[in-house]
């Protein structure tokens, strides 16, 4: 069974261009979820989505946005880079499970990808 | 949970010996906790997890215990080894998957 893919694997930059990263899940996963690792820190959360809807997002501007389509795949665009928006970015996806009366129930295993390493010059 | 605190950021520990981490969050409607484990230049894997309804879980030298009053969760691993030298990140859900700032954790030969 395929993991997780990104793409590309790596991408550079210069300040104020776009930037646009793609996941694909796995196979039967409906949820993706995006994170932000700079250099040495910590997963920051950015996007997450599941069937096709934005279910949250991180403490980030709205440079940082995406989509995830009928397919289940996500594509991650960030606007008007800036040099701190050099990082790992980090895609995972995960099967929500049951459906509460509440909505879904995150739990479960995340499946991450390799990331797409951007470089902003 | 919405805020998910780790500590220590660096814990270095003879191989052989015990290492502790440990993590609190914010979010009472969390109720999974899992740790991943993300050794240099890899994507993070998850090692362990609980879920609110249990105090405990140990799969073989790693340990995680879990106190739902006090908002806090552990993971313990006994016997350490070089290969556990890794970023360990803790995290609380629902409803968004919220990681801890994570552990550089060193085994001194």
């Known amino acids: 069974e395929a993991g997780v893919t990104q793409s590309p694997t790596h991408l550079i930059k210069t300040r104020g261009q776009q930037a646009t990263l793609r996941c694909s899940p796995i196979s039967g996963h409906t949820s993706v979820y995006w994170y932000q690792q700079a250099l040495g820190l910590g997963l920051q959360f950015l996007l997450w989505y599941d069937e096709g809807e934005e279910r949250n997002r991180g403490n980030f501007p709205p440079r940082f946005s995406g989509r995830q389509f009928p397919n289940y795949s996500s594509e991650l665009n960030v606007n008007a880079l800036e040099l701190e928006d050099s990082a790992l970015y980090l895609c995972?996806?995960?099967?929500?499970?049951?459906?509460?009366?509440?909505?879904?129930?995150?739990?479960?295993?995340?499946?991450f990808g390799e990331g797409s390493r951007l470089t902003v010059l | 949970g919405e805020n998910v605190e780790q500590h220590p950021s660096t814990l270095s520990v003879q191989e052989g010996d015990s290492a502790v981490i440990k993590c609190t969050y914010s979010d009472s409607a969390s109720n999974y906790f899992p740790w991943y484990k993300q050794e240099l230049g890899k994507r993070p894997q998850l090692i362990i997890d609980?879920?609110?309804?249990?105090g405990e879980k140990k799969d073989q030298r790693i340990a995680v215990t879990l106190n739902k009053t006090a908002k806090h969760f552990s993971l313990h691993i006994t016997e350490t080894q070089p290969e556990d030298s890794a970023v360990y990140f803790c995290a609380a859900t629902p409803p968004k998957i919220i990681f801890g700032s994570g552990t550089r954790l060193s085994i001194r030969p």
């Open positions: 609980i879920r609110s309804n249990v």
């Open positions: 995972a996806s995960n099967d929500p499970g049951r459906v509460l009366a509440s909505g879904r129930a995150h739990t479960g295993e995340l499946f």
